[in-house]
């Protein structure tokens, strides 16, 4: 604590994406290892979204801010239409079914679960006009997913409406030279989080020039679309570094940066193959950071890509204090790990630094499409006032968690092969539910069946 009351009101809170009824195992994500290997399986969309709700509620009851994002329309029915398939909602999907259905897979993802992928934050004592700057990922990479900004753009301006703390910027150009994805290749460096703080973009390719990039996977992230993104936010020189994401790092299936790296306070907890220039890298946030930045590295012998890949170490939450420490949240697969347990006992707890806890998170249904507890939070530092300002009933309390778990279990189902994405029965009963949930949270209409309407 800094002392000043002023500053010390500022809190991270972690905004959850609620996980959508149409949680589903597609085989989308080119470069995302888990992903790859689990399309085609059933899904369980209503132990996802409980799983995803118990871990905001044990983070709540732990004494964490926690706030929740509603998922998205899926089918969307609207992309089914622009890509030429007519006549009534049942019509659209059987014919997407029968003959496009990696087309009707992908308007079917519940991937706007994932909120560190929705936009990149800057909070208030960073920016020039002491205000908060959103940007919505455009997400441009996949087909599914360049579908989620314009309502993450809704849904973000409606819980964050009040002008005079909350400002927000259009989407990138969705073009492969701006491709961005959000707060997953951003992270903020700082003393307290009401001081000032510097922004680490990491970025997989340059769009203009460039000497490296990777061979086998995509990269996700420009240097362009970062530097626009500071430029949006009035980040400067002094405020921001970008730093190479290490192209055999994305190689072996780390298609984010918070698979491989976080970030929370002054600490940077990465692996050794995060980035191109590594020294670099530490040095360019040295020089700008005005506390000691607390690097924790881990070696390739002590964890191998592979490992981190498959366990998400590094997609771990790492939360603060009032102490001063620092609490890690893991997924299961950690602990199933030995080496990764290992190296979490040896290296991380027993460590000259911070963390001084671990708490593990059982996230399976998300894990399985390559979404771990950090990519299932979009974080936003904000101060009392601005957490006053926020609009609807989005910070979540036992009533809201209570009401949450109950409109889960009214409305979603258990289990969910792609076949089923046709039914236009679920198309009905993902509007209903979705219905409910925006009069639930009070956030207005923001679903494009309900603005059409
Ligand atoms: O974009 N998976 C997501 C996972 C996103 C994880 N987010 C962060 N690392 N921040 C993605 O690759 C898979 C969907 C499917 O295959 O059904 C998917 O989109």
């Known amino acids: 604590m800094s002392g000043d009351p002023v500053k010390d009101d500022v809190l991270e809170v972690n905004f959850d994406g609620l996980v959508g009824p149409t949680h589903n195992y597609a085989g989308l994500a080119h470069g995302n290892v888990a992903s790859m290997r689990h399309g085609g399986l059933a899904s369980n969309p209503r132990e996802a979204a409980l799983q995803g709700l118990a871990k905001m509620k044990s983070l709540m ?37 029968r003959e496009a259905p990696q087309i009707l897979r992908a308007v079917c993802s519940a991937s706007s679960m994932w909120t560190a992928n929705a936009a990149t934050i800057t909070p208030s004592p960073d920016a020039p006009d002491g205000r908060v700057h959103f940007t919505p990922a455009n997400l441009q990479s996949s087909f599914h997913r360049y579908l989620e900004p314009e309502t993450t753009g809704r849904v973000l301006a409606a ?13 990138l150009p969705a073009t492969p030279a701006f491709s961005d994805e959000g707060a997953a290749n ?18 997989g390719r340059q769009a203009f020039g460039g000497e490296r990039a990777p061979l086998r996977y995509p990269a996700r992230q420009t240097l362009e679309a970062s530097q626009a993104i500071a430029r949006q936010h009035g980040l400067g020189d002094a405020r921001a570094v970008f730093a190479q994401q290490h192209p055999d790092a994305i190689d072996a299936g780390v298609f984010h940066n918070d698979v491989i790296a976080v970030g929370n306070g002054p600490v940077l907890l990465y692996h050794e193959m995060a980035f191109l220039d590594e020294e670099k890298t530490l040095e360019a946030l040295r020089a700008r950071m005005t506390s000691p930045l607390i690097p924790v590295r881990v070696p390739s012998e002590a964890i191998s890509l592979e490992d981190a890949v498959s366990t ?16 890690l949240v893991v997924p299961g697969e950690c602990q199933e790990n030995e080496a990764v347990w290992r190296t979490i006992q040896d290296l991380l707890l027993a460590g000259y630094n911070p963390i001084s806890e671990v708490t593990v998170k059982d996230v399976k249904q998300s894990m ?54 046709a039914d236009p029965q679920l198309a009905d009963e993902t509007l209903t539910a979705l219905d409910e949930l925006t009069r639930l949270l009070g956030i207005g209409n923001v679903y494009p069946f309900q603005l059409e309407a």
């Open 368 to 421: 399985r499409n390559g979404g771990g507890p950090a990519c299932l939070r979009l974080r936003v530092v904000l101060s009392a006032a601005e957490r006053q300002a926020l609009s609807g009933r989005v910070l979540l309390n036992d009533a809201l968690y209570a009401d949450l778990v109950a409109w889960v279990e009214r409305h979603y189902r258990d289990n969910l092969t792609p076949d089923d994405l």
């Open 186 to 203: 951003h992270t903020r460096l700082c003393g307290e989080y009401g001081e000032a703080g510097v922004h680490l973009f990491v970025y």
């Open 312 to 327: 998400y170490l590094f997609n771990s939450q790492l939360l603060s204090n009032p102490d001063g420490s620092m609490t």
């Open 61 to 97: 009851d732990a004494g964490y801010a926690q706030g929740v994002l509603p998922p998205q329309q899926r089918p969307d029915l609207g992309a089914l239409r622009s890509l030429g398939f007519s006549g009534s909602n049942a019509e659209v999907l059987a014919r997407a079914g």
């Open 159 to 171: 819980i964050f409406r009040d002008e005079r703390h909350f400002v927000h910027h259009a989407q």
